[in-house]
């Protein structure tokens, strides 16, 4: 009987209190709390970095079509054009991305219109918020 009144008291000794638990959780959270708006923070600020350094890489392979074209894609055409010759298009010579054509960081097309309002083209994406306009992380970002 000895032997098993020590084991109980040596297993009581070795646990947590339930104060103990909570005082840990209460620690846990205080800081993922603090840590985790800085975190999302950092992402929302690369994924605007990423979506322009897409329309970058987007607004080379357009330079590219045009080179070969002698223009660049119609609206109607779009960004498809980089990666499959338009109809009747015989000086095509893509395609023109390695890769494939990408969605922005939010997992959207990016928009193209030929000729832009901005510019001779607009190639843009709306932004996290996917509507015009916006500001922050659902501003509106193109090559303007």
């Given at each position: ?20 638990l909570?005082?840990?959780?209460v620690?846990i959270g205080?800081l993922?709390?603090?840590v985790?708006?800085?975190?999302f ?14 329309i970058d ?7 590219a079509?045009?080179l070969?074209v002698?223009?660049?894609?119609s ?6 054009a980089?990666?499959?010759r338009?109809?009747?298009e015989?000086r095509?010579?893509?395609?023109y991305l390695?890769?494939?054509?990408p ?6 097309p ?15 994406s ?19």
């Amino acid at each position: 009987m000895r032997k098993h009144s020590e084991r109980s008291n040596q297993v009581k000794q070795r646990g947590f209190t339930l104060l103990e638990l909570l005082v840990v959780m209460v620690i846990i959270g205080l800081l993922a709390g603090y840590v985790a708006p800085k975190f999302f923070a950092h992402i929302g600020k690369a994924e605007v970095k990423t979506t322009r350094a897409q329309i970058d890489s987007l607004e080379k392979a357009l330079d590219a079509y045009r080179l070969d074209v002698g223009s660049y894609p119609s609206t109607e055409a779009g960004l498809a054009a980089l990666m499959q010759r338009p109809s009747g298009e015989t000086r095509w010579s893509g395609p023109y991305l390695k890769k494939g054509l990408p969605n922005d960081p939010w997992g959207r097309p990016y928009q193209y219109k030929q000729p832009g309002e901005h510019g001779e083209l607009d190639l843009f994406s709306f932004g996290k918020d996917g509507q015009p306009g916006g500001t922050g992380e659902a501003e509106d970002l193109g090559n303007w």
